[in-house]
């Protein structure tokens, strides 16, 4: 079966440009997470989706962070106007049934480089 | 709020060594999860365990096992007979659950594993 899938592994902009990272989650799975992953701060969370809803998105950064799940396949992480504060590891999780008891389970990630 | 805390930022072992990674743990839950994840050098994160607060039984895979002592907030994580392939950075982390449903995992800063020959 495959895991989760994120795209592209791996994104060079430039200060002020859109940037948009994508997440399939695992077939199945009803919540899907997106954290960030930097040498300052560690991994923390950024939002999580349980079937298709925003359950909590109180760390996402600020406003030119945005997140969209349309359907339980995909969800997408929005960052407009990009900064070079905001160059990370980007992950993609998915959990089976939106319980506490659930394993989540992370994709490759995607290194954003914003220059 | 909770908390995890792995003190050991780097470890260095030879080979064939045994080598323990420590996590200490914070939480006001009664009920809790607490996992491991291994982040190799290629970057993706590996689900290795979970372990439920109920269940302090000591649990072996391989030449993994895991210690979980819920008097000293602990969940310690031993490799026998470490192997350069094991060089990787080990998380753990503590889940906490929303209120609308699903949890959130608190990670600890990580210990950076190398296994040398």
């Known amino acids: 079966d495959a895991g989760v899938i994120q795209s592209p592994r791996h994104e060079v902009t430039e200060m002020g440009q859109e940037v948009t990272l994508r997440c399939k989650p695992i077939?199945?799975?009803?919540?899907l997470f997106w954290y960030r992953q930097t040498m300052m701060r560690g991994l923390e969370l950024l939002i999580y989706?349980?079937?298709?809803?925003?359950?909590?998105d109180s760390g996402m950064p600020e406003d030119r962070f945005s997140a969209k799940m349309p359907n339980a396949s995909f969800s997408t992480l929005k960052i407009q106007p990009s900064e070079p504060r905001d160059s990370a590891v980007y992950f993609c999780a998915s959990s089976p049934q939106g319980l506490s008891t659930d394993t989540q389970y992370f994709g490759p990630g995607t290194r954003l480089t914003v220059l | 709020a909770q908390k995890v805390t792995q003190a050991q930022t780097e470890i260095s072992v030879v080979e064939k060594e045994d080598v323990t990674l420590d996590c200490v743990y914070e939480?006001?839950?009664?009920?809790?999860?607490l996992f491991w994840y291994k982040q190799p050098p290629s970057g993706e994160l590996v689900f290795l365990i979970r372990r439920n607060s109920f269940d302090e039984q000591n649990e072996i895979s391989g030449r993994y096992s895991w210690n979980f002592q819920k008097s000293t907030s602990s969940f310690n994580f031993t490799i026998t007979a470490s192997q350069v392939v094991d060089s990787a950075v080990y998380f753990c982390?503590?889940?906490?659950?929303?209120?609308?449903?699903?949890?959130?995992?608190?990670f600890g800063t990580g210990t950076q594993l190398k296994v040398e020959l």
């Open positions: 989706f349980n079937n298709n809803v925003p359950i909590d």
């Open positions: 939480t006001r839950d009664t009920t809790y999860y």
């Open positions: 982390a503590l889940s906490e659950a929303f209120t609308g449903g699903g949890n959130k995992l608190t």
């Open positions: 077939s199945g799975h009803n919540s």
